[in-house]
């Protein structure tokens, strides 16, 4: 097949396919050179900027399991700490991730559920790292770990094929928790 250039400007940071392959996302600067967005591109269409955060963008992106949506970290304006954010690709809207929590820099895991419809991620709580489900529109933030009080080590989590509950480990367990934070 042919190969297609997708984008004219510098790439910066991390790129992903889509999960049906219809599109690419990628961190690249902007036209005045001076900051960093999430654009979003088809294969034959122009790159859309999607992303609605004020700082860099960080080192995670997912693509949602539809394609729909790409989730990711942009660094904060203070320079310590990142948040999250769910871009539509149509150019929609963007909704934060409001879980008054730090994802630190350049660390934590993203992962959507099989139906699109919640995420999950990893951040820091007292130094200790947790993870977190959310709805996709930012709400219905939890702290799955919480009610074990584990700390989860790196590449500890993995949802459930019907989405509704992650397993994930820490030092010395593995816990299996409702992905909305009941029993």
């Avoid at 995420?119 to 709400?139: I, K, M």
């Amino acid at each position: 097949g042919a190969v297609e250039r997708l984008n004219e400007s510098a790439l910066i940071g991390e790129h992903a396919l889509s999960p049906d392959r219809s599109a690419a996302a990628f961190v690249a600067e902007t036209e005045d050179g001076a900051t960093e967005s999430l654009f979003v591109v088809a294969t034959g269409a122009a790159p859309l900027a999607v992303s609605g955060s004020e700082g860099p963008i960080g080192t995670l992106l997912a693509w949602s399991p539809a394609s729909d949506a790409v989730a990711y970290a942009a660094v904060l304006p203070s320079g310590l700490s990142a948040a999250l954010y769910v871009a539509e690709v149509d150019g929609s809207g963007v909704a934060e991730i409001d879980a008054d929590v730090s994802l630190g820099l350049g660390a934590g895991e993203l992962a959507w559920a099989p139906d699109g419809s919640r995420l999950a991620f990893t951040a820091f709580v007292d130094a200790e790292q947790r993870v977190f489900a959310a709805n996709r529109d930012g709400s219905d933030v939890v702290d799955l770990t919480d009610a074990v009080g584990a700390a989860v080590t790196r590449g500890g989590f993995q949802w459930s094929s019907d989405g509704a509950r992650l397993a994930f480990r820490d030092a010395t367990g593995l816990y299996v928790a409702s992905a909305d934070g009941t029993s």
